[in-house]
C-alpha cells in the first residue's frame, strides 16, 4: 500500500514531450509534498520537481521552463509534463513524497531521449 507506481516514460527525440504520471494512495499524497526525482546511469537520484499538497511547485535549475508538475487531488496522482527534451534527461524517473520515504519507491519509469 505504501509504494508509488509511475508510468508514462518512453524513448522520444531531442525535443519531443512526454507526460509521467504517479499514482499513490490517498493516505501517501494527502497534506504531503511529492516530487520526482531522476536517476541517470551511475548517478545518485536527483529530485527535479516537487508539488506541495495546496499546490506550489519548484524545479531543478536544469528543467525550469521545460517541465511542469501538477496534482490531481481526487485522483491520488501527480503529473510530470515534460517539454523539449534533452538527451541529458534521460534516466529512470521516481516519485516519492519529499523528503523521500525508502518504502515508497515503485518501480520507475525509464525515459530515454535520442539526440
Known amino acids: 500500500q505504501g509504494r508509488l507506481v509511475e508510468s508514462g516514460g518512453g524513448l522520444v527525440q531531442a525535443g519531443g514531450s512526454l507526460r509521467l504520471s504517479c499514482a499513490g494512495s490517498?493516505?501517501?499524497?494527502?497534506?504531503?509534498?511529492v516530487g520526482w526525482y531522476r536517476q541517470a546511469p551511475g548517478d545518485a537520484r536527483e529530485l527535479w520537481a516537487y508539488i506541495t499538497y495546496d499546490g506550489r511547485a519548484n524545479y531543478a535549475d536544469s528543467v525550469k521552463g521545460r517541465f511542469t508538475i501538477s496534482r490531481d487531488t481526487a485522483k491520488n496522482t501527480v503529473y510530470l509534463q515534460m517539454n523539449n527534451l534533452k538527451p541529458e534527461d534521460t534516466g529512470v524517473y521516481y516519485c516519492n513524497i519529499y523528503p523521500f520515504r525508502d518504502d515508497y519507491w515503485g518501480q520507475g519509469t525509464q525515459v530515454t531521449v535520442s539526440s
Open positions: 490517498r493516505t501517501i499524497f494527502s497534506y504531503n509534498t
